[in-house]
């Protein structure tokens, strides 16, 4: 593959790179009270604009198939949502004891409260040809669910600006995230065959809106002079999450494997992907609602940051070897029967 296809494939990973430097180039302009009005621009229209976009590309008909599937959903929810904050609570207990920037470690409890992502899980479970229809069910409904869930999660082990009472917080996120997400699941009912029609680049319109958000965010480091990020710390943390990815994949795949679990191969394919991987779409603009006024917000964002494109590339690495186990699996059973 060629440098110029390499860069279109991967044209959000690039331009996070690119943002972040232009926010170190010129900081000004994204903070608040500059030319872009992030205190508007971002915190409303921008943030917003994402949540509708996801309810209006949510194909809700296709999680009905799914909806029976509880045990492999009651699993998934929990892994995420309650096991994955928990373990990841316990590792910063030692790891604070450690010399890695603090802000940095409240990053990586940030990431273990996300939900589960709505496109990455549900690509790579299809990649391999697990059980896409559960996969996409369990990111749906954990985004979803994440609305409610996450704040409270990221409230219960990291607190809070005092700036910002809870009622604040979850009136803005009723009215940036909930509503909008309504209005674009009725929009969808009245524009369902334009939509299917057309496929507009609903994923692209969403990344390129939260590149808008993360340049704001740094912006906002940028200005303030008294943040520094410390490099071995940044390389520490990066070894860490794909630490925490590959151990909690392997944790997944031997419970679902287990004599007497009763998950098929696809399905197994499905929880690994879906438990351990988690939502940078829905994560940041809730990190802007739930820390807004924080000076070390963007030092907080880092880790989801490198989650997001560690959890695609260990995905894609790991996709033939998946595949392979999963159809052996399958012709076994076949062979069984």
């Known amino acids: ?169 979850f009136s803005q996120l009723f009215m940036t995230v909930v509503v909008p997400l309504i209005l674009g699941q009725v929009c969808r009912g009245f524009l369902r065959e334009f939509l299917e029609r057309q496929k507009p680049p609903f994923g692209a319109i969403s990344s390129a809106v939260l590149l808008m958000i993360i340049y704001t965010t740094f912006c906002e480091t940028f200005s303030n002079p008294s943040i520094e990020l410390d490099p071995t710390s940044l390389l520490l943390v990066g070894l860490i999450i794909f630490s925490i990815q590959i151990s909690f994949m392997l944790l997944t795949f031997a419970f679902s494997t287990r004599p007497g679990s009763r998950f098929s191969a696809a399905d197994t394919v499905a929880i690994m992907f879906c438990s351990t991987h988690k939502s940078l779409t829905l994560g940041i603009p809730m990190l802007k609602i739930v820390f807004e006024g924080y000076e070390h917000l963007s030092l907080i964002s880092v880790p989801l940051l490198i989650y997001h494109p560690a959890q695609i590339l260990l995905g894609s690495v790991l996709v033939p070897t998946i595949r392979s186990w999963m159809t052996s699996r399958q012709k076994s059973s076949l062979l069984l029967r």
């Open 1 to 169: 593959m060629g440098l110029v296809a390499r860069i279109r494939k991967e044209w959000f990973i690039v331009g996070i790179v690119l943002v972040i430097l232009s926010a170190k180039l010129q900081p000004s302009i994204g903070v608040k009270g500059g030319p872009l009005k992030p205190e508007v621009t971002v915190a409303y229209i921008a943030v917003s604009l994402i949540f509708f976009n996801s309810g209006l590309s949510l194909k809700t008909e296709e999680l009905t198939s799914a909806l029976l599937h509880v045990r492999l959903h009651l699993f998934v929810q929990s892994f995420t949502l309650i096991f994955f904050p928990l373990a990841v609570w316990l590792l910063l207990k030692v790891l604070s004891l450690t010399a890695i920037d603090q802000w940095l470690l409240r990053g990586l409890q940030t990431v273990s409260c996300m939900p589960p992502p709505v496109s990455s899980a549900v690509i790579l479970t299809k990649a391999v040809g697990g059980n896409e229809a559960a996969a996409i069910f369990n990111s749906a409904f954990g985004s979803f669910l994440g609305i409610v869930v996450t704040p409270l999660l990221l409230l219960l082990f990291l607190g809070s600006s005092s700036s910002v009472p809870f009622s604040s917080i």
